[in-house]
């Protein structure tokens, strides 16, 4: 409509070129905007569908969201950090300790003898020489005794891995706690701040189509001609589009805040998360 308003003004005399070229560019502007948005929709519906296991056939069923996101996925008064315990990567770096543990108490155990009394009957036959060995054998039934204690460096070279590994789990298992931490804080301080710039641009979307409801009036009223009205449309649109961009953004965080914290931010989730 700007466009044909602005060619009429041009060809009457009113208007210079450069105004006509600045509403075709703005149109066309708007078409590649209307074809991006088109094909994002596409692909949504076409990720809803994966998602919920379906083909093509359920595409056409997929309406457009209204979504109501203080409601769907409210905020929490308070994250306990207990809750960071169900996170996939910190539950896989605690096992990781345990095993680590289990491996160094192992290494420990070597250090000591299991000696099998029961076969030193065959003692004498063995001899002294092969009994420190660790690989005797006496009547023909295999080692009798595990003296591992005289291989001291090879079992203090072993605890120290064991050790090693250890120490190793902890500083991973530290570093996923403080990385889920600082992620959970950048979560919540986009969620804290989408909701304001969203609050803000509700705001300005009711200023929006307040000032294209006077236009609208003056228009009707012979007070002014289409173009300010139209512009003033064009302006609320803008204004809608911002508010739909920031609503999408604030769930997509919302969403993220839920994965930074495993799951549910409920805090009665933490008691039923631990057993």
Not at 5 to 23: K, W, Y
Not at 46 to 53: D, Y
Not at 74 to 94: G, S, T
């Amino acid at each position: 409509e700007i466009l044909k308003i602005s060619e009429g003004r041009f060809q009457a005399g009113l208007e210079n070129g450069s105004a006509v070229a600045q509403a075709r560019s703005l149109l066309s502007i708007a078409r590649a905007d209307q074809l991006r948005y088109a094909a994002a929709r596409e692909m949504d519906v076409h990720a809803i569908a994966a998602l919920a296991g379906q083909g093509a056939d359920a595409y056409a069923d997929i309406t457009r969201p209204a979504p109501h996101l203080d409601v769907a996925l409210p905020l929490p008064e308070r994250l306990p950090a207990d809750l960071l315990a169900r996170r996939p990567d910190i539950l896989a770096a605690r096992a990781r300790i345990e095993a680590a543990m289990e491996g160094r108490k192992a290494a420990d155990a070597d250090f000591y003898p299991d000696i099998n009394l029961a076969a030193m009957a065959g003692f004498q036959a063995i001899g002294l020489s092969n009994l420190l060995t660790g690989n005797s054998f006496t009547l023909g039934v295999g080692p009798a005794i595990h003296l591992p204690i005289f291989d001291a460096g090879k079992l203090k070279a072993q605890y120290a891995r064991a050790t090693a590994e250890l120490d190793l789990s902890v500083a991973d298992y530290n570093g996923a706690v403080v990385n889920a931490i600082r992620q959970t804080a950048d979560a919540m301080t986009q969620v804290k701040s989408l909701a304001a710039q969203r609050a803000q641009q509700e705001a300005a979307v009711r200023e929006a189509e307040r000032a294209f409801a006077i236009s609208q009036d003056r228009y009707r009223s012979g007070l002014s001609t289409q173009l300010p009205m139209l512009t003033s449309e064009a302006t609320l649109l803008q204004a809608r589009q911002a508010l739909a961009g920031v609503s999408a953004a604030s769930a997509q965080q919302r969403i993220t805040l839920l994965l930074t914290v495993g799951g549910s931010y409920d805090a009665a989730e933490i008691g039923r998360a631990h057993v």
